[in-house]
């Protein structure tokens, strides 16, 4: 042990005349590049730990262990710290540590997640572990070599499944908990992913609608044991949700002071709930789906030409219009305001949450379906639009063309001849999935009547927008 400690003080003494002048009584920011000007000493090692699994309720967690060293009088061991870098990575992050090999179990925790995401499975580092020998206010940095890191991040409390309790039929008794009322999932891991939505109709909108959330142990507890404590209530007190989208924070029942359930008020006709369950949030959004919605884009010139609406055309907030589109686009609720409006939010999905255009397709006309339940959209491309009907010889089986005119927005046909008298309808690609009648100056996609016109030729334009507001013109020559 003398031979050690007079190599060390040697090490140090040398390496002090040579470049040691810093001063590091501020040990909670450590010298930077700690590779630079260390020496080592035979027998001071760090070694590696057995793989750890960090927990909620733990401060620390051991990253490393050190062994002993003898030091000359006066010199003192401090300021531990481990370079930890990710598999695959060139990258290093310093996290500081007792001596005892220690770190922060929230900075390891802040690692995990910046270099793998919160799923919890084993990530293994290489450290790098310094430490600095320090008397009279001046540090000498020693390196204590190299371990291998591996560590789990802490398990949030995430289930594969959760569920409405109450809600639409204020069935609060065991049957609730039938597991009817799912919530939907992407495919994606759960602790990639901790978010769930679901959209249900109340089913009597002239009354509050009450419910709480469950996971599968929840309602387990209810069907086995009564027990209604391990439902997930609200912390913001029963009740007391907003409806408007606004986050709040969810717990077990079982730790609220009261039920802590959840309320729709009276006069919505769906809801969509939103729940975070690796931040333990919800969001509850009171659907009452406005007539029209519009879109915006390059083909409307971002707002210098009118919006493109499409109508509600069912109760469950299904929206379709019809429109040229020549560019990216955007949907929102309102003609002239950008306020709330919604973004892509992946393949065919949309969100209000401040991101990119949704992509543009090839250009063309299309009938485009947004879905407000399922944050969806669709574009059906519109090929053709045509005219069939009683005017030809064979009657409704042969289409007469029209073509579409971007100036002017109409489907369009020039010198079209009706050789006799009698019904016809618009369809769109030569099928009836599609079909427009009614009268012309309001055409209608749902179930429209025939459209009775004398023989003659006529230059044809049709407009298509949305249901309510189609028509056509037929001049007659």
Known sequence: ???LSIYIMLALTGLFMESCSEDYTDWANPQSNPQEDAITIPGFTATAVAAQTLTADAATV????????TLPEGYTLANARVALTPQGAT????????MEGLASKDNIQSLIEAAYGKNPVARTFSGHVYVNAVKSGQAVLIDAGTVNYTVTA????IANAYYIIGGPNSDWTASAASRSLKFTHSETNIYDDPVFTIVFPIADASKDCWFAIADDKACDAIVNSDDWTQLFGIKEGNGQNATDGTAGQLDRRAKLTDDGSLKVPAGTKYARVEINMLESTYKVTALNFAEYIYERGANTSWGDKAACPLALVSEDGKYQGFMYLNGEFKFMPNSNNWEGD???NGEGKIADNGGSNCPAPETGFYAVNVDLTAMTYSLDKVSVVSLIGDFSDDGWKTDIDLAYNPTSGAWEGDGVVLAKTGDLKFRMNHDWKTSWGGTLDKLTSNNGANINVEAGTYDVKLYLSCEGKHYATLTKK
Not at 62 to 69: D, E, I, K, N
Not at 91 to 98: G, I, Y
Not at 154 to 157: A, C, F, L, R, Y
């Open 1 to 3: 042990m003398k031979k």
């Open 62 to 69: 051991p990253v490393f262990t050190l062994s002993t060293a």
């Open 91 to 98: 990258t290093a992050t310093e996290v500081s540590a007792t």
């Open 154 to 157: 802490v398990t949030p409390d």
């Open 342 to 344: 919604w973004e892509n």
